[in-house]
């Protein structure tokens, strides 16, 4: 496992934006609150390429990647938005060059596919936390902040929901392991692939959005087919935003699909927890070793710093 040097006050962050392209003035808006903070932004070539709803080409985010670890002004590396198309880049990335080069990585949602990928092959810690995109609606104190004691290396680090948030514990227990997760689509994507992940022992935290009840039971329930969820040490199901119905109402609840899917494995279950789509999104280290408390209250408690 290799970490990435912690953010200091004044750092320099190199803004990418690997799939989808982000608009201007979202881009404006987001970035006065890194600036505001007194961070440095420096935008890669993706931030400004189009190709149809894609930052420019495979080529150009790739090599745009590969420009923000191997500069030495970048301290760290934040993904402008997801969207779609980091399945065609992937294949382009020098895994070797990320590992001798390396940096924060940040995003979530489609970028999913870029954190497990270079966390797998060149052992880097990444994180699966907010993009500016999260921002677009107004400055979100928990996201920042929260993302802020992870990146900066707060010792004994504990990440909770917000007050306004209420989390469920459908399994109660403690469980330690690495953190494995992401967007839930992208991760049955890489099912019988290279890019297949391993699972065992993991803590595996699980988001999406805009899915139907039944395609999440599916989705989960292609996870354990798999065998992906048969040595798992625990499972935090994330906010599941815009899930929807049809004419005829499923009549289940994604607790109730959670539940019979996994109720009889022996591993704590928590839902609704700040990762994903949602207003709140913790900053979650992928592959960090982490202790899942589940009884009385929830947390997730960094065993180590993420950074160095």
Known sequence: MIKAKKLKPRSTIGIISPSYWIDEN??????KIFSDKNYKLVYGKSIYAKDGPFAGSPKIRADDIHSMFTDPSIDAIICARGGYGANKVIPLLDYELIKKNPKIFLGYSDITSYLISITQRSELVTFHG?????????????????????????RDAQIIAPKTMEPHILKAGNAVGPLWGGNLTLMINRLGTNDAYDTTNAILFLEDLNEYYYSFERMLIHLQKAGMLDNISGLIIGELINIKDEDISFSKSTDEIVMDICGEMDFPIVTNFPCGHGSYQATLPISLPVELQAERTISIKLLESAVE
């Open 26 to 31: 979202i881009l404006k808006k987001t970035s």
């Open 130 to 154: 907010p993009m500016l995109s999260s921002y677009k609606d107004g400055f979100v104190e928990y996201n920042f902040n929260q993302m802020i004691n992870i990146l900066s290396g707060k």
